[in-house]
């Protein structure tokens, strides 16, 4: 069974850049879709970008043009750039598949935008 652990939050200033990193224990290179998830205070959690096997992404609207997500096989491990950052993007951020499979949710890395 495949682990992930996310890294990479913080604190950041509005308009500033995080990169999210997510490492697998074990081989995602079977796994068609990855995924980085979000969840803030008092929403559900979401799906904010998506990647095939490869290469092919997805975002939701409100993150279109700023951010980028990547995915490298070899090093088991997906990356979620996240570039002119909103207070509105402040959220617990997580990885898995998609779908999801609830056995791979992690601890998540903390993402707060605040001035």
């Known amino acids: 069974q495949v682990q992930l652990v996310e890294s990479g939050g913080g604190l950041v200033q509005p308009g500033g850049s995080l990169r999210l990193s997510c490492a697998a224990s074990?081989?995602?290179?079977?796994?068609?879709?990855m995924g980085w998830y979000r969840q803030a205070p008092g929403k559900q959690r979401e799906l904010v970008a998506s990647?095939?096997?490869?290469?092919?992404?997805n975002y939701i609207d409100s993150v279109k043009g700023r951010f980028t997500i990547s995915r490298d096989n070899a090093k088991n491990t997906v990356y979620l750039q996240m570039n002119g950052l909103k207070p509105e993007d402040t959220a617990v951020y997580y990885c898995?598949?998609?779908?999801?499979?609830?056995?791979?949710w992690g601890q998540g890395t903390q993402v707060t935008v605040s001035s």
């Open positions: 898995n598949r998609y779908p999801f499979w609830n056995a791979y």
């Open positions: 074990g081989s995602i290179f079977s796994i068609s879709v």
């Open positions: 990647i095939t096997r490869g290469g092919s992404m």
